[in-house]
């Protein structure tokens, strides 16, 4: 049987489709699983020994991509993205497809309402309902990320140890997904002499890290933003002990390791069902009881009532206090 799984982005989303490829693989006899993705993100699945092709999408090869899609022959389409490109695709190939309830409707009235009707459930248990047509079982082994076989990254060459050392993500694609400088900066001055690293990617991130370590005197405070891979992050948090993140695809990495994962949830909500999938004696989550929480299912450009409280009430002190010793 041959079946084709989509998911075009991002990072985390990619990763949390995991079990889906995995169950898949396992449960369905003499499937070929492919994957589409953009080309962006293409690393995130090319390790996947439960993936036996990949489709890239990029900006200009769509036309080609479908016309390529098309000649597959698919049995089966698992639209796990669920948007107008994913319809065209899905109308143009005429292969049976199945897709999953994305909840529209609960997560507006969550947002501009405040009324929440949104089910005690993860995204992961939203994708195996959409399957349940084709009696596809959720194994419960989480999700998971797969190294290619080298990775060149040393800790030696930081002066770090595994489990003795705690990450700081720095980015996210929304302004207000992201832990504010000041925050941040409290966050390390509380770690004391705890070796922290800040791991990010982009020109946004390399300013912040930047005024970070103008900021601070700490001794044992390590700047990888944007010179690691995704590859290479993820190893770095692999490693860590703890790992300080908003909403992120970091989130989402941690999920498939043994790490402390402390979350600061800034415009969105794990009610949304997109939390880290791990236990809850892994998983810190910090959230400020506002009137105005959630302000968007996804995120924006700055905060819409001007003060961006969610991230700018976090209690560090708190937060540094739990963590594990």
């Given at each position: 049987?041959?079946?084709?799984i989509?998911?075009?982005?991002?990072?985390?989303?990619?990763?949390l489709?995991?079990?889906?490829i995995r169950?898949?693989?396992?449960q369905?006899?003499?499937a070929?699983?492919?994957?589409l993705?953009?080309?962006s993100?293409?690393?995130?699945?090319?390790?996947n020994p439960?993936?036996?092709?990949?489709h890239?999408?990029?900006?200009?090869?769509?036309?080609?991509l479908?016309a390529d899609?098309k000649?597959?022959?698919?049995?089966?389409?698992?639209?796990?993205?669920?948007?107008?490109?994913?319809?065209?695709?899905?109308?143009?190939?005429?292969?049976?497809?199945?897709?999953?309830?994305?909840?529209?409707?609960?997560?507006?009235?969550f947002?501009?309402?405040?009324?929440?009707?949104l089910?005690?459930?993860?995204i992961?248990?939203?994708?195996?309902?959409?399957?349940k047509?084709?009696?596809?079982?959720?194994d419960n082994?989480g999700?998971?990320?797969?190294?290619?076989?080298?990775?060149s990254?040393?800790?030696n060459?930081?002066?770090?140890?595994k489990?003795?050392y705690v990450?700081?993500?720095?980015g996210a694609?929304y302004?207000?997904?992201?832990?504010?400088?000041?925050i941040?900066?409290s966050?390390?001055k509380?770690l004391?002499?705890t070796?922290?690293?800040?791991?990010?990617?982009?020109?946004?991130?390399?300013?912040?890290?930047?005024h970070?370590i103008?900021?601070?005197?700490?001794?044992?405070?390590i700047?990888?933003c944007?010179s690691?891979?995704?590859?290479?992050?993820?190893y770095?948090?692999?490693n860590?002990k703890t790992?300080?993140?908003?909403?992120?695809?970091?989130?989402?990495?941690?999920s498939c390791?043994?790490?402390?994962?402390v979350?600061?949830?800034?415009n969105?909500?794990p009610?949304?069902?997109m939390?880290?999938?791990?236990?809850?004696?892994?998983?810190q989550?910090y959230?400020i009881n506002?009137?105005c929480?959630p302000?968007?299912?996804l995120g924006?450009?700055?905060?819409?009532r001007?003060?961006?409280?969610?991230?700018?009430?976090?209690?560090?002190?708190k937060i540094?206090?739990?963590?594990?010793?």
């Amino acid at each position: 049987m041959k079946i084709l799984i989509i998911r075009f982005s991002s990072i985390g989303d990619i990763v949390l489709t995991s079990p889906i490829i995995r169950c898949v693989k396992k449960q369905i006899a003499n499937a070929e699983v492919h994957y589409l993705t953009k080309n962006s993100y293409s690393s995130l699945v090319t390790n996947n020994p439960y993936v036996d092709k990949i489709h890239t999408l990029n900006d200009n090869n769509f036309s080609r991509l479908v016309a390529d899609l098309k000649n597959e022959n698919y049995d089966l389409v698992i639209d796990l993205h669920k948007n107008i490109r994913t319809l065209k695709i899905k109308r143009a190939i005429k292969s049976k497809w199945l897709s999953f309830n994305k909840l529209n409707l609960k997560k507006w009235l969550f947002v501009n309402f405040k009324i929440d009707l949104l089910p005690e459930s993860h995204i992961i248990d939203r994708y195996f309902d959409g399957l349940k047509s084709i009696n596809i079982k959720n194994d419960n082994l989480g999700v998971e990320y797969y190294f290619p076989n080298q990775i060149s990254l040393d800790l030696n060459q930081y002066n770090i140890h595994k489990n003795q050392y705690v990450v700081i993500s720095l980015g996210a694609t929304y302004f207000t997904k992201q832990i504010p400088n000041n925050i941040i900066l409290s966050l390390i001055k509380r770690l004391n002499d705890t070796p922290i690293v800040l791991i990010g990617a982009g020109e946004t991130d390399v300013k912040k890290a930047n005024h970070i370590i103008s900021n601070t005197h700490h001794k044992k405070l390590i700047n990888l933003c944007d010179s690691l891979s995704i590859d290479e992050s993820a190893y770095m948090i692999k490693n860590a002990k703890t790992i300080i993140t908003g909403d992120t695809g970091m989130m989402h990495i941690a999920s498939c390791f043994n790490v402390h994962i402390v979350t600061l949830w800034g415009n969105t909500h794990p009610k949304f069902g997109m939390y880290a999938n791990v236990q809850k004696e892994q998983v810190q989550n910090y959230l400020i009881n506002l009137s105005c929480h959630p302000c968007s299912k996804l995120g924006s450009d700055n905060c819409p009532r001007g003060h961006f409280n969610c991230m700018n009430m976090q209690d560090t002190e708190k937060i540094v206090h739990s963590l594990p010793q």
